[in-house]
Every structure is written in C-alpha cells, then in structure tokens.
C-alpha cells in the first residue's frame, strides 16, 4: 500500500476540502499514510481573475494536524507538512518558519516564475512557448540556490500543466541540459523529487516529472522519490496510484520515500 504526501485542505488559498475529508478518502483508497501539505506561499500576486491568498495561520494548522494525528491514530497515519512556495527573496522568512514548527516534510515549488504565475495566459504572451519553459527551467536553480533547507522538489515540470499546448511539444531532450543541472544540483545536496500524479489528472499521460526526468534521476544517482497527487478534494486523493508500482520500477526504482521529522524512510514497491 502506497502513502499519498502532497495533499491540501482548506488551510490553503485554492481548497475547500476539510482536512477530514481528505484523510477519510485516503482510508477509503486503503492507503498506509498521507501527509498534509498545505501553500504557504508569500508574496503571491493577487490576479483579478482569482484573488487567491496561498497564506495559512501556522499556529492554527499546527494544533489541527496535531488534532487528527490523535483522532486517526488507529486508522491511518497521519504527518504534518507544507508546500513552499519557493521566491529567491523568500528564503529568510522560509528558514524561520521552518525553525518555529516541526513539519515532518517540506515540499519546494515553484509556483511563480520571477514572480510571473504560469496558471495564466499572461505569462506566455509575446513569447514563444518554449521560451515560456526555459524561464521556468531557468528559475529552478535559482531558487535552489537561495534556499535548500527542503526535502524533496515538488512537480518539476509543473508549467506544462498551463502551456497554450501543454506537454505536446515538450520532452526531456528538449531541456536536458537545464533539466540535468536541476537534478545534479539537488542529488549533490542530499534533496529528492516527487512523483507528482496530478499529470494524469490534467490529461497530459505522465505524471510530474515525466518518465524520462525520472529515469535520468535515477540514472545520476536520485533515491529519494515522494508520491504525491496533488490533490485539493477528496475525489483525488491518490489519483492515478494504480499506475505508480510498474511505471517506477520501469524507471528503475524499488522503492519510494516518506518523511518523519524531515527525516527519509524507504518503502519497497510492492512487484
């Protein structure tokens, strides 16, 4: 049975899913573990179109995920983490959050490409969309760069979901060298990636990063892997999971990682 570690609750902008409602469908699903990893995203642009504010009340959550670890305790388990939203000018602000609670697992993204959200059509306007994509290839090591006290890279080809042709045109090859820089980068410091399943989800027929990403991972070193799908209602906790044991170990993995006190435990996938 698999754990389910990037999910939100209406702790973030985007949700209105109970943290409840999420882990009784993980039950459901009959998985071991889910993680709740809800947006703290600061310095989120306001957009006209969804005014979104990706902020939660640290102090709030915390008490609640405390709260549903002892509700659930012989159900499931149930761990505490978050999803940063990863700016350059962040990385203070991200450190002293990170010392003033105790998150088993923290997941880097990028959300925002030099403060441009790729969700929206502006981003691509006057630009091709591979030019669209290696800003985004580009801002990675950046961020990692300013700020590395994180466990895994969430969704790294994440901007593929918003491309006006998604990943159509799009392949590792395309961006290796970017992509290889990414991956030595985060082997070297010790950080791992996440197998994020909401590609399914929104039609692409990969999950992020795509199977070649994976592959190379693996290939220069990568083990530690998360899965993750996502989601932001409880109809996609776990969504495409049944496809995760035989599409990893085709990428050349045995198993795949959770985190407890930021500390990396490795399940064996079931053959």
């Given at each position: 049975?698999?754990?389910?570690?990037?999910?939100?609750?209406?702790?973030?902008?985007?949700?209105?899913?109970?943290?409840?409602?999420?882990?009784?469908?993980?039950?459901?699903?009959?998985?071991?573990?889910?993680?709740?990893?809800?947006?703290?995203?600061?310095?989120?642009?306001?957009?006209?179109?969804?005014?979104?504010?990706?902020?939660?009340?640290?102090?709030?959550?915390?008490?609640?995920?405390?709260?549903?670890?002892?509700?659930?305790?012989?159900?499931?388990?149930?761990?505490?983490?978050?999803?940063?939203?990863?700016?350059?000018?962040?990385?203070?602000?991200?450190?002293?959050?990170?010392?003033?609670?105790?998150?088993?697992?923290?997941?880097?993204?990028?959300?925002?490409?030099?403060?441009?959200?790729?969700?929206?059509?502006?981003?691509?306007?006057?630009?091709?969309?591979?030019?669209?994509?290696?800003?985004?290839?580009?801002?990675?090591?950046?961020?990692?760069?300013?700020?590395?006290?994180?466990?895994?890279?969430?969704?790294?080809?994440?901007?593929?979901?918003?491309g006006p042709d998604q990943n159509a045109n799009y392949s590792y090859a395309a961006y290796a060298d970017l992509i290889d820089e990414i991956l030595k980068q985060l082997i070297g410091l010790g950080k791992g990636i996440e197998v994020n399943t909401a590609g399914f989800k929104y039609g692409l027929g990969h999950p992020h990063p795509c199977e070649d990403i994976l592959k190379r991972y693996h290939a220069l070193g990568g083990e530690i892997?998360?899965?993750?799908?996502?989601?932001?209602?409880?109809?996609?906790?776990?969504?495409?999971?049944?496809?995760?044991?035989?599409?990893?170990?085709?990428?050349?993995?045995?198993?795949?990682?959770?985190?407890?006190?930021?500390?990396?435990?490795?399940?064996?996938?079931?053959?």
């Open positions: 049975m698999l754990w389910d570690t990037h999910m939100h609750s209406n702790f973030s902008g985007d949700c209105d899913s109970t943290p409840e409602s999420m882990i009784e469908a993980a039950i459901t699903k009959g998985l071991s573990g889910i993680c709740l990893t809800d947006h703290m995203d600061y310095d989120f642009p306001s957009h006209p179109k969804n005014p979104v504010i990706f902020e939660f009340d640290p102090d709030a959550y915390q008490q609640k995920i405390q709260e549903l670890q002892l509700q659930y305790a012989d159900r499931i388990s149930v761990r505490y983490g978050i999803e940063l939203g990863l700016q350059p000018h962040l990385a203070e602000r991200h450190a002293k959050l990170l010392e003033s609670y105790p998150y088993d697992f923290v997941i880097a993204s990028s959300h925002l490409v030099h403060g441009k959200d790729p969700y929206y059509a502006e981003y691509y306007n006057g630009r091709t969309e591979k030019e669209a994509y290696l800003e985004y290839f580009h801002s990675i090591p950046e961020n990692i760069r300013a700020f590395s006290d994180f466990d895994v890279y969430g969704h790294l080809d994440y901007v593929v979901r918003y892997l998360t899965l993750g799908a996502d989601a932001h209602q409880p109809a996609h906790v776990a969504y495409g999971f049944d496809q995760l044991p035989q599409l990893l170990q085709s990428c050349g993995f045995s198993y795949y990682t959770v985190f407890k006190n930021r500390k990396a435990e490795f399940i064996p996938l079931e053959k």
